[in-house]
Nanobody, 124 residues
């Protein structure tokens, strides 16, 4: 079992920045593709960004492309989400997730492990 713990959320004004961190347990972190999702009040969970095992490939939702950057440090078992130029519509609980390539998930957006989330609030 893998435990993911997010941190770095908070309240900022529009145009500001935050960096989220996700710390993973275990020694097999480097095998996992990692991703960030978010869920705004009254909305369904939404994909934000993903990064492959080596950090050499990333993909972003159109809504955050050019503003957010996902990165990872496998030596620290940590994935990050740098969020710049924040907008009120970015307000959500942000969840870290991990995809073990040896496990095929039929639900939960194809991810195998999830954190409990960290709240990001962007005010006008």
């Amino acid at each position: 079992q893998v435990t993911l713990v997010e941190s770095g959320g908070g309240s900022v004004q529009a145009g500001g920045s935050l960096r989220l961190s996700c710390a993973a347990s275990g020694r097999t972190f480097s095998r996992y593709a990692m991703a960030w999702f978010r869920q705004a009040p009254g909305e369904e969970r939404e994909f934000v960004a993903t990064i492959n095992w080596s950090g050499g490939s990333t993909y972003y939702a159109d809504s955050v492309k050019g503003r957010f950057t996902i990165s990872r440090d496998n030596a620290k078992n940590t994935v990050y989400l740098q969020m710049n130029s924040l907008k009120p519509e970015d307000t959500a609980v942000y969840y870290c997730a991990a995809d073990d390539p040896l496990i095929i998930a039929s639900s939960d957006d194809g991810m195998d492990y999830w954190g409990k989330g960290t709240l990001v609030t962007v005010s006008l």
